[in-house]
C-alpha cells in the first residue's frame, strides 16, 4: 500500500511540474497584442451580438467610440431579442455617432442554431469589410484594442486571431473558477507551435475578442459551419484550419478585459451551458482527464498533509508546482505580477478543480436530459448537435 501511495504521490507530482512547466514557456514566449500600433487603413466592421446587455453594451460602445487607428471603422449591433431595454441603451450611448448601426431581432434562433451563432452569423451578413472583429457586450477595450488586433491579424497573415481578455472577477467563487479558463489551456499547450499549426485539436480561441479575416472566414463556412456549437469560438478556429487558414492565440493584456459573470449563480449556470461539450462531449474522455486532473492537483496536497518521509516531500513539491502553474498561467492572461489575490486563489487551486468538475458533471447531467438553458432559452438538443457532428 505504501509503495502505492509513493508511485501515485510521484506520479502527481511529475503531472503537476509538466504543467507548471509548459505554463512557464507560455509566459516567457506567448504574445500580447502591440500598445502601440501605426493604425489600419482597411475597413474594419466590429460585430456585437446582445442579448439582455442593457447595462452592460453602453460602457462597451463607449470604448468603441473612442477608439483610435481605425479611420473606417463601422460597428453592427444586433439586439437578439433582449427581454429589457438592450435596444434603448444602445441608441441612447450611440447618440449621433454615424459609424454605429442598430438592428434588431425580435424572433428566437432557427432550429438548429445557438443565439450568439445565429447573431454572428447575422451581423457577418451585413458587411463586406476585409477584416471583422467580434466582441461580447460584457468587454472593456482600451483605445487601441481594435487596431491592435487587425494588425496582429495581419503581421500573422492568419484567418482569426483570438485576443485572450484578461479575466476579471469580483467574488470568491469567480476568484476561484475563472482563473481556470486561461490555466487549462496554458499549463497544457504550448502556444508557440499550436499558434503555426493547423491542426484542429490544438487551436485555441476565446469568442469575447475575435479579429477574423472576412475571406477566410466564408471559406470555413462562417458561423454557419458551427451554428449548434455550444463553444462556437472554439469551433470556428477549427473549422478555419480545416479550411487551411491558420489561427493563434494571444493574449490582449491591456487592452481588453472582462469580467464573465457576476456571482456564483450566473458562474454556475454560464459554465453548465457549455461544459459538456468539452474534449469532444465524450464522458469517458471526460472522466479520463478528470482522473488525470486528480492525480496531480488531489493526490500531491493530501501527500503532503497526510504522508511520510520522502513521500510527504514529493506531495509538498507536487502542490507547490501546481501552485507555481496556476500563477504562470494568471501572468500570462494579465501581464502583470501575481496579486494577493491572484496567491490566494492559487494557494486554493485543488478546491478550484474540484468546483470544475462539479460544473463538468452537472453540465452533462443537464445536456443528457435536454435542461440546458441561457438567457430564458433552451439550447440546441443532444440530437440536434450528434446530428450535425455526424
Not at 511529475?14 to 497584442?33: I, P, S
Not at 458551427?226 to 463553444?231: C, N, P, W
Not at 453548465?272 to 465524450?282: I, K, V
Amino acid at each position: 500500500m505504501g509503495a502505492a501511495v509513493r508511485y501515485l504521490t510521484w506520479a502527481g507530482t511529475g503531472l503537476a511540474a509538466l504543467g507548471a512547466t509548459t505554463a512557464a514557456y507560455n509566459l516567457v514566449t506567448l504574445r500580447t497584442l502591440p500598445r502601440r500600433v501605426a493604425g489600419v487603413i482597411e475597413p474594419v466592421t466590429v460585430c456585437v451580438p446582445a442579448r439582455d446587455e442593457a447595462d452592460r453594451l453602453p460602457d462597451l460602445i463607449a470604448d468603441l467610440r473612442a477608439q483610435t487607428g481605425v479611420p473606417r471603422l463601422r460597428v453592427l449591433i444586433l439586439d437578439d431579442a433582449s427581454t429589457d431595454n438592450t435596444y434603448e441603451a444602445a441608441l441612447a450611448a450611440i447618440g449621433d455617432d454615424d459609424r454605429f448601426s442598430v438592428l434588431r431581432s425580435a424572433a428566437h434562433p432557427a432550429p438548429g442554431w445557438t443565439g450568439k451563432a445565429a447573431a454572428c452569423a447575422r451581423l457577418a451578413a451585413r458587411t463586406d469589410a476585409a477584416a471583422l472583429v467580434f466582441v461580447d457586450a460584457d468587454v472593456r477595450l482600451a483605445p487601441h484594442a481594435v487596431a491592435a488586433a487587425v494588425t496582429e491579424l495581419r503581421r500573422r497573415a492568419a484567418g482569426l486571431v483570438s485576443a485572450w481578455p484578461v479575466q476579471e472577477a469580483g467574488t470568491s467563487t469567480e476568484r476561484l473558477v475563472q482563473p481556470l479558463l486561461a490555466w487549462s489551456w496554458a499549463s497544457t499547450l504550448p502556444l508557440g507551435p499550436a499558434n503555426h499549426s493547423l491542426r484542429p485539436s490544438t487551436a485555441v480561441a476565446c469568442g469575447q475578442f475575435l479579429a477574423v479575416d472576412a475571406e477566410a472566414y466564408r471559406a470555413g463556412g462562417g458561423h454557419a459551419a458551427v451554428a449548434a456549437s455550444a463553444t462556437e469560438d472554439l469551433d470556428l478556429a477549427r473549422a478555419l484550419r480545416r479550411a487551411g487558414h491558420g489561427t493563434a492565440l494571444v493574449t490582449a493584456g491591456r487592452a481588453a478585459s472582462t469580467r464573465m459573470y457576476t456571482g456564483a449563480g450566473e458562474l454556475t449556470d454560464g459554465y453548465t451551458r457549455w461544459l459538456w461539450s468539452a474534449y469532444g462531449g465524450r464522458i469517458d474522455a471526460g472522466a479520463a482527464i478528470g482522473a488525470l486532473a486528480a492525480l496531480a492537483y488531489w493526490i500531491p496536497p493530501l501527500a503532503a498533509l497526510c504522508g511520510r518521509g520522502r513521500t510527504r516531500r514529493a506531495g509538498l513539491l507536487g502542490y507547490l508546482a501546481a501552485v507555481a502553474g496556476r500563477l504562470a498561467a494568471r501572468s500570462t492572461e494579465t501581464r502583470r505580477a501575481p496579486t494577493p489575490t491572484d496567491i490566494a486563489s492559487a494557494v486554493a487551486h485543488p478546491l478550484g478543480v474540484a468546483h470544475y468538475l462539479t460544473l463538468w458533471t452537472r453540465s452533462h447531467h443537464r445536456h443528457r436530459t435536454g435542461r440546458l438553458h441561457w438567457k430564458q432559452r433552451p439550447l440546441v438538443a443532444p440530437a440536434t448537435v450528434t446530428a450535425q457532428r455526424a
